[in-house]
């Protein structure tokens, strides 16, 4: 800090001139009219006056000609603008960031305060030293960034956008803050960016600064327990088994209790205690036969700096049966599923004509997988667009290997399947034509794939390139399990096997009619507007807050979606010191940052002052004159 002032507006001084007429005007002599009187007795101030009309004199008593003296210096230094000098190179353009996301609404068990007012606090005292060449630009930054305020120097505007800052319910996402300064950097000067947040993101980010980036690390918050997980799977009893993971980032020892709500009763709860660090998951046990909603509330026994991961939704949906198409051809996979009750099979004995959609169609035929359905399965050909890269041959072959990760594989053994049909690769063809066409091979052969999957926008495929009932594979105990892998993977898209709890940005997408328009209420009262697609769609709604989101409109009778948290990095509370890009790392700063501090409101209130005084000591009362 520079304690010599500068001068933002030197050709003030000029005005220093005035004290020329100020002073001459006491050196004018005074023009008394001459009057004769009987005596001087009575008249010595009139003649001391005289006396002091001198020049030299003048100055000794005219304490009045003092006040005005020093009236006039600190008026023109105030239109001088004066200020005390940081040491830092001032920034005539400067966007400050700030971070809002759900750890910035973490408090002190002290004073209580969340990370995002101390951000506040620290960038308004900035705000108010702006100097007349200086323009800032508030960027909020969130899971996405939002430019608050263009560059300007309003200082009412600036304090009125930072005051409206809230604490959004998501994970930061830097990168996005960045590329929105990168792009402002096109219409400004931008040398330096501000950057406020208490540490709580990933320490990587993708990014090359072209830039100077002030990192303003905010101190940490208190300990802070959370539920980071929510995820309920159907048991074979028909039940629903409800897993809830809660974490610890305090320093000891933190009781709690865990609560689980259906349709707003009160159905488990469980006493916890958590150690330092530490994460423990539990496990309910509920019955629903009809589509339900159940909360899980988390109350800590002592402090707890964050409020917004103590709860998270769950929606149970409708137990309803699977609807399966299976080719009359393939045989063997009806026949593997034949005896499982929560599938309704088709085509049905004398039926030609099935539902208009379906949950899974394993077929031989591509012109089946046409339908609509959530998985398909083509066995025995090869689509129409890999045909350029694979042929099929008429020869003995085997398995070579195949992806074990794969949920359609998983505990499925594939060494010695003989297969009597042989995929083979065109020349000049491999994998890497498969993936330009969004494939994945999950099984090998001697020459080619075997097993393909696709995930396409509303679908998931899979294609064995040759025909299973041609092969030893369905007389191994594998098949089975490959199918009820299949089975159990169409439920889990279909969402009646395995539900997890929805968690902000975005709300998941709901299909309506297409093409209308729908009002979506927030948790915090605010209204949204959107319009579904041509195939009823709605999606991409922002969901910035824990809570229930009401969606009306054609179609929508007042529907609920509950969304939370369920996030292991916000609920932790981390602060990293040290944030790498893709060439430099950046530091958090070590002392708050210091600015140019104006001084001309004070020189103003100086002059006023002594403009009071010298009003005062006009208007007093003269000595030895009676009241």
Same mark, same amino acid.
């Given at each position: 800090?520079?304690?010599?002032?500068?001068?933002?507006s030197?050709?003030?001084?000029?005005?220093?001139?005035?004290?020329l007429?100020?002073?001459?005007?006491?050196?004018?002599?005074?023009?008394?009219?001459?009057?004769?009187?009987?005596? =001087?007795? &009575?008249?010595?101030?009139?003649?001391?006056?005289?006396? *002091?009309? +001198?020049?030299? /004199?003048? !100055?000794?008593? #005219?304490? =009045?000609? &003092?006040?005005?003296?020093?009236?006039l210096?600190?008026? *023109?230094? +105030?239109?001088? /603008?004066? !200020?005390?000098? #940081?040491g830092?190179e001032?920034?005539?353009?400067?966007?400050?960031?700030?971070?809002?996301?759900a750890?910035?609404g973490?408090?002190?068990?002290?004073?209580?305060?969340?990370r995002?007012?101390?951000?506040?606090?620290?960038?308004?005292?900035?705000?108010?030293?702006?100097?007349p060449?200086?323009?800032?630009s508030?960027?909020a930054?969130?899971?996405?960034?939002?430019?608050?305020?263009?560059?300007?120097?309003?200082?009412?505007?600036?304090?009125?956008?930072?005051?409206?800052?809230?604490?959004d319910?998501?994970p930061?996402h830097?990168?996005?803050?960045?590329?929105?300064?990168?792009?402002?950097?096109?219409?400004?000067?931008?040398?330096?960016?501000?950057?406020?947040?208490?540490?709580?993101?990933?320490?990587?980010v993708?990014?090359?600064?072209?830039?100077?980036?002030?990192?303003?690390?905010?101190?940490?918050?208190?300990?802070?327990?959370?539920?980071?997980?929510f995820n309920?799977?159907?048991?074979?009893?028909?039940?629903?088994?409800?897993?809830i993971?809660?974490?610890?980032?305090?320093?000891?020892?933190?009781?709690?209790?865990v609560?689980l709500?259906?349709?707003?009763?009160?159905?488990?709860?469980?006493?916890?205690?958590?150690?330092?660090?530490?994460?423990?998951?539990?496990e309910?046990?509920?019955?629903?036969d009809?589509a339900?909603?159940?909360?899980a509330?988390l109350?800590?026994?002592?402090?707890d700096?964050?409020?917004?991961?103590?709860?998270?939704?769950?929606k149970?949906?409708?137990?309803?049966?699977?609807?399966?198409?299976i080719?009359?051809?393939?045989?063997?996979?009806?026949?593997?599923?034949?005896?499982?009750?929560?599938?309704q099979?088709?085509?049905?004995?004398?039926?030609?004509?099935g539902?208009?959609e379906?949950?899974?169609?394993?077929?031989?035929?591509?012109?089946?997988?046409?339908?609509?359905?959530?998985?398909?399965?083509?066995?025995?050909?090869?689509?129409?667009?890999?045909?350029?890269?694979?042929?099929?041959e008429?020869?003995?072959?085997d398995?070579?290997?195949?992806?074990?990760?794969?949920?359609?594989?998983?505990?499925?053994?594939?060494?010695?399947?003989?297969?009597?049909?042989e995929?083979?690769w065109?020349?000049?063809?491999?994998?890497?034509?498969?993936?330009?066409?969004?494939?994945?091979?999950?099984?090998?052969?001697?020459?080619?794939?075997?097993?393909?999957?696709?995930?396409?926008?509303?679908?998931?495929?899979?294609?064995?390139?040759?025909?299973?009932?041609?092969?030893?594979?369905?007389?191994?105990?594998?098949?089975?399990?490959?199918?009820?892998?299949?089975?159990?993977?169409?439920?889990?898209?279909?969402?009646?096997?395995?539900?997890?709890?929805?968690?902000?940005?975005?709300?998941p997408?709901?299909e309506?009619?297409?093409?209308?328009k729908?009002?979506?209420?927030?948790?915090?009262?605010?209204r949204?507007?959107?319009?579904?697609?041509?195939?009823?769609?709605?999606?991409?709604?922002?969901?910035?807050?824990?809570?229930n989101?009401?969606?009306?409109?054609?179609?929508?009778?007042?529907?609920?979606?509950?969304?939370?948290?369920?996030?292991?990095?916000?609920?932790?509370?981390v602060?990293?010191e040290e944030?790498?890009?893709?060439?430099?790392?950046?530091?958090?700063a070590?002392?708050?940052?210091?600015?140019?501090?104006?001084?001309?409101?004070?020189?103003?209130?100086?002059?006023?002052?002594?403009?009071?005084?010298?009003w005062?000591?006009?208007?007093?009362?003269?000595?030895?004159?009676p009241?």
């Open positions: 800090m520079n304690f010599w002032p500068g001068f933002y030197i050709q003030g001084a000029w005005y220093l001139l005035l004290l007429p100020l002073i001459i005007f006491y050196f004018l002599k005074l023009k008394r009219p001459h009057k004769q009187v009987p005596s =001087l007795a &009575l008249w010595s101030q009139v003649i001391n006056d005289r006396r *002091v009309n +001198s020049p030299f /004199q003048k !100055f000794k008593r #005219s304490i =009045l000609l &003092l006040l005005q003296i020093l009236l210096l600190f008026l *023109v230094l +105030s239109l001088m /603008q004066p !200020f005390i000098q #940081s830092a001032r920034a005539e353009y400067l966007p400050i960031l700030i971070d809002c996301s750890s910035m973490a408090t002190d068990p002290e004073t209580k305060k969340t995002l007012e101390l951000a506040k606090a620290r960038v308004t005292e900035l705000i108010e030293n702006l100097l060449d200086q323009r800032v508030l960027v930054v969130s899971s996405t960034a939002r430019r608050l305020t263009d560059f300007t120097d309003n200082q009412r505007v600036l304090k009125q956008s930072l005051a409206g800052l809230t604490v319910d998501v930061s830097l990168e996005d803050a960045l590329r929105m300064t990168q792009a402002l950097s096109r219409t400004a000067p931008i040398k330096t960016v501000l950057f406020y947040s208490d540490g709580n993101f990933p320490k990587e993708n990014f090359e600064l072209p830039f100077e980036l002030n990192y303003q690390r905010l101190p940490s918050a208190g300990a802070n327990l959370g539920i980071t997980s309920a799977r159907k048991n074979q009893s028909g039940n629903w088994d409800v897993f993971r809660v974490e610890n980032s305090s320093d000891s020892d933190t009781p709690a209790t609560e709500l259906q349709d707003g009763q009160s159905v488990a709860k469980e006493e916890i205690v958590l150690s330092t660090g530490d994460s423990q998951r539990l309910f046990s509920i019955s629903a009809k339900s909603t159940l909360e509330v109350i800590p026994e002592s402090f700096s964050l409020v917004s991961d103590n709860r998270a939704f769950l149970i949906p409708q137990a309803r049966s699977l609807l399966v198409f080719d009359p051809d393939l045989s063997s996979y009806r026949y593997a599923l034949a005896d499982n009750e929560e599938l099979l088709y085509p049905e004995a004398g039926e030609t004509v539902p208009p379906y949950d899974l169609i394993i077929s031989a035929s591509e012109k089946d997988l046409e339908k609509q359905a959530l998985v398909k399965l083509g066995v025995g050909f090869i689509p129409d667009d890999l045909k350029k890269y694979i042929t099929l008429t020869k003995l072959t398995v070579v290997d195949w992806n074990r990760s794969s949920s359609f594989l998983r505990h499925v053994e594939l060494n010695d399947v003989q297969i009597t049909e995929p083979v065109v020349e000049n063809a491999g994998v890497e034509n498969l993936e330009e066409s969004g494939y994945e091979v999950l099984v090998h052969g001697r020459r080619g794939p075997l097993l393909l999957q696709k995930r396409n926008a509303g679908d998931l495929e899979f294609y064995f390139l040759f025909n299973t009932d041609r092969s030893t594979m369905p007389y191994r105990v594998g098949f089975p399990i490959m199918v009820s892998n299949l089975v159990q993977l169409t439920m889990q898209e279909a969402g009646i096997a395995e539900v997890q709890a929805a968690a902000t940005p975005v709300l997408p709901v309506y009619l297409p093409e209308q729908y009002e979506i209420k927030t948790p915090d009262g605010k949204l507007s959107t319009e579904s697609n041509k195939n009823g769609l709605v999606s991409g709604i922002a969901a910035l807050h824990v809570g989101y009401v969606i009306s409109g054609e179609g929508a009778d007042s529907d609920e979606i509950s969304v939370s948290l369920l996030s292991p990095l916000e609920t932790s509370l602060s990293v944030i790498q890009f893709s060439e430099v790392p950046v530091t958090a070590q002392a708050q940052i210091d600015s140019d501090k104006p001084l001309w409101s004070e020189f103003a209130l100086i002059a006023f002052l002594l403009l009071l005084i010298e005062w000591y006009f208007q007093r009362r003269p000595a030895g004159i009241s």
